[in-house]
């Protein structure tokens, strides 16, 4: 495994749309490690292809387990949010956006269809931080940054 450069903001590569993997091959799992190994060294819950300047529909959440410590490492290939329930409003930042934090409005609990890494199609259902985690590194395989979902709280006095 290696640690990759992470592409950042101001890069064209980050709004482009990522394309579908076709080939669930040696290549697709050493990209998924070294996305990992990336993520991990960065300190980040997430991050997806085009982050290490991969145009394909793959990402990894670190997923919150409850009443456990360590989260569940959790790969998506060609996902798609197939149904959205509820919102919330929290905080994010960006492996690619070092330094800036907004404000986002997100789906309270999402379903979504993807692949593993062996084209075995499977759906989940995530919720709270999950949903959150899951729907901002989807958003990047389509070229969206978070800070586009930017919401303005007003400061309760
Ligand atoms: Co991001």
């Known amino acids: 495994m290696a640690v990759r450069d992470i592409v950042k903001d101001g890069e064209p590569l980050l709004r482009k749309k990522s394309r579908p993997v076709e080939n669930f091959d040696a290549k697709l799992h050493i990209l998924l490690d070294d996305m990992l190994e990336t993520m991990i060294a960065a300190n980040g819950v997430g991050i997806a292809a085009p982050q290490v300047g991969i145009l394909r529909q793959a990402v990894i959440c670190e997923l919150e387990v409850e009443g456990q410590e360590e989260g569940e490492i959790f790969e998506m290939i060609n996902p798609v949010i197939i149904a959205k329930k509820g919102k919330q409003v929290g905080p994010e930042g960006c492996l690619s956006v070092p330094g800036k934090r907004c404000d986002v409005l997100r789906p309270e609990t999402i379903t979504v269809t993807y692949q593993d890494r ?13 949903a959150v985690v899951a729907s901002h590194e989807i958003d990047h395989l389509s070229g969206i940054l978070f800070y586009d979902k930017e919401v303005k709280v007003p400061k309760k006095k």
Do not use: D, H, P
């Open 118 to 130: 062996f084209g075995e199609k499977k759906e989940r259902v995530l919720s709270g931080f999950n």
